[in-house]
């Protein structure tokens, strides 16, 4: 279906030539004079050079044109160009009942999909996640939700960094503590455990002692590098270590992510680009690319029109070690020839800006990326504190994300009570649950991504205001309504919006023909901070509408039913949008 305002673009594009002018500049827009007009068009402005005429008497012409009284209730031009236009109240009507009766309320799926791979979450095994990976988390998610409603085929990839010194400084430490294991027996040639020699607590525990002993103690790190290395050239029993780490703490991420409400397609990593590395400097070589500047071998990546500096990509250490460039541009190889992708996209800290325009360039530069691929940066800024740090514990340390969730749960969970001394524990903790995640998912999409952002508990948690808790406590207030009404009156089935029969149901008419743009406005700039926008809008119009009509006590039972379908689109289309943020709404609350 087309959006509305393609349609009456193209209304008014036809009157234009019907007049005497290019079709070009019949463009439609939302009014931005609510109180003169619905919608405007203000092409008669840019025409009246090319025509050396009164912008007033294009628009003139134009109006006179507009006379389809099906769609139009009234069009006039104004001083000193704009058509100012109202819609009949059933071309409206007739619309939003086509939007019902389509699949995903008319959105126009993508005809020809793209694969678009995103590369998000990103989080190092062995380290416990923090609040810096949930950015990624969040955002990756619904921009990989928001892709596959328009249609395209979306993957999801995790990009675990499993392949450096973290996992170097882990085997240090177990053998420090355990050096009897096997894994550290040169001689030994017979079948290692099938059980890894640790739990996740205990993993969680060696890392950071491993990191904060390697700060201190020059000769630990020493060890912990030469372990990486000897783990990186294949060392039997040290890959059997990191086949434990892995499996211990993939199962751990994936219990996390699952209570984010976030999966992933692949759960590929840095060791998985490994074999690719060899072979693609090999053929950086060939084609000569690659030079070296002081021991290190580099590709330079420069654009005449760069405005900063922007160093040599480096491919390989002075002493042969390969670099986080490295891998990803390894990564990239794996993942052309394995998907073939349309696009790739990053969702990373927006401080690694950086290097992703040297990975990105050199890329290119190489051939390693096709010119059809698109490679695309999403950066996202730091999510602070109150003080406008990045956001700690209350100690100073690095919050844990499982701590961020149990802290926001429990504080829902206290509302919760307080609101409803009815509800039983079970139910309480379970709804705290859902209603936690849209405080924090919605506190984070909310924001334009690359903004830093405050997290604020007390805003973020609030049932008022701009939050995740408002937006579903106004989906279950739709959800009571129309319990109540069948409750009264029976089946939801079979019902028609009609025509509006007040101004503040008007706007929710407007508001809801506005979904299939905004889905595909915020594919195209793969942005989910529009989709938040947008409910919140909606959930006002909605609640405005709700303060006053008396829906479930109205006695013209016609009249009664259009709204009720009205109210079930209100619904569709909320609960529509929560799931491609990713996040969802209970039954009560
Ligand atoms: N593991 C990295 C970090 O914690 C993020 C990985 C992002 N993705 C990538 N392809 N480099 O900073």
């Known amino acids: 279906m087309k959006t509305l305002l393609e349609m009456l673009s193209d209304e008014v594009s036809r009157a234009f030539t019907a007049a005497g002018y290019d079709e070009k500049y019949g463009k439609v827009s939302i009014s931005n004079r609510p109180d003169l007009c619905e919608y405007q068009c203000n092409g008669a402005l840019s025409a009246a050079k090319e025509y050396k005429k009164a912008p007033i008497q294009i628009a003139n012409d134009v109006a006179g044109a507009l006379t389809d ?13 704009f058509l100012n236009i109202r819609l009949t109240e059933k071309f409206l009507t007739d619309y939003l009942n086509d939007m019902r009766g389509a699949d995903a309320f008319g959105v126009e799926k993508a005809e020809e999909p793209m694969t678009i791979l995103v590369d998000y979450g990103g989080p190092n095994v062995a380290k416990p996640l923090h609040v810096g990976h949930l950015r990624s988390a969040i955002i990756g998610e619904s921009v990989k939700r928001i892709g596959r409603f328009m249609g395209h085929n979306m993957i999801g990839d995790i990009h675990l960094g499993d392949w ?15 050096p009897e294991l096997p894994y550290f027996d040169e001689n030994f040639e017979g079948e290692y455990p099938s059980e890894a020699p640790f739990t996740i607590s205990e993993l969680e525990e060696i890392y950071p002692m491993a990191s904060a002993k390697s700060k201190e103690d020059a000769a630990y790190k020493e060890a912990a590098m030469q372990a990486t290395l000897r783990l990186q050239s294949g060392d039997r029993g040290y890959r059997a270590v990191w086949k434990h780490i892995m499996e211990v703490s993939v199962a ?30 090999e053929q950086m070589k060939k084609d000569g690319f690659v030079y070296e500047s002081e021991g290190a071998l580099v590709v330079d990546v420069k654009e005449d029109s760069d405005a900063k500096e922007m160093p040599p990509c480096m491919i390989l250490k002075s002493d042969g070690a390969s670099l986080y460039t490295t891998t990803d541009l390894a990564t990239l190889v794996q993942r052309e020839q394995d998907y073939h992708p349309d696009m790739i996209a990053y969702v990373v800290d927006k401080r690694q800006e950086m290097h992703f325009e040297q990975v990105f360039r050199c890329a290119r530069k190489t051939g390693i990326v096709r010119d059809e691929t698109a490679l695309k940066f999403i950066g996202f800024g730091t999510m602070n504190g109150k003080d406008g740090k990045p956001f700690k514990t209350r100690e100073g340390g690095v919050m844990r994300l499982e701590a961020l969730i149990a802290d926001i749960n429990e504080e829902m969970y206290n509302k ?129 509408f709700y303060h006053e009509t008396k829906i479930i006590s109205e006695e013209n039972k016609e009249k009664q039913a259009g709204w009720i379908a009205l109210l079930i689109m209100t619904r569709d289309i909320l609960e529509t949008c929560i799931d491609v943020l990713g996040f969802k709404a209970p039954e009560r609350m």
């Open 164 to 178: 450096g010194l973290q996992i170097g400084l882990i085997i240090t430490e177990l053998l420090a503590r355990r």
């Open 69 to 81: 009284t099906a769609v139009f209730a009234e069009v006039t031009a104004v001083a000193p160009g």
């Open 416 to 544: 919760m009570k307080e609101n409803r001394t009815e509800i039983s524990e079970e139910k309480a903790r379970e709804t705290s649950k859902i209603v936690g995640l849209a405080a924090i998912k919605y506190g984070d999409l909310s924001n334009q991504a690359t903004k830093d952002y405050v997290f604020d508990m007390d805003r973020f948690t609030s049932f008022e205001g701009d939050t995740g808790p408002y937006i579903l406590y106004t989906i279950v207030r739709i959800k009571s309504i129309l319990a109540k009404y069948t409750e009264l009156d029976g089946s939801l089935s079979s019902m028609t919006i009609r025509d509006a029969s007040n101004g503040l149901e008007k706007d929710l008419r407007m508001e809801l023909a506005k979904f299939n743009a905004v889905m595909a406005n915020a594919f195209e700039e793969l942005a989910p901070h529009k989709i938040c926008a947008y409910i919140y809008d909606l959930a006002n119009v909605f609640n405005r």
């Open 252 to 281: 751990d991420l994936k219990k996390n992510y699952a209570n984010l409400n976030v999966s992933f397609e692949l759960w590929k990593g840095e060791a998985d680009a490994q074999p690719y590395i060899l072979p693609m400097i």
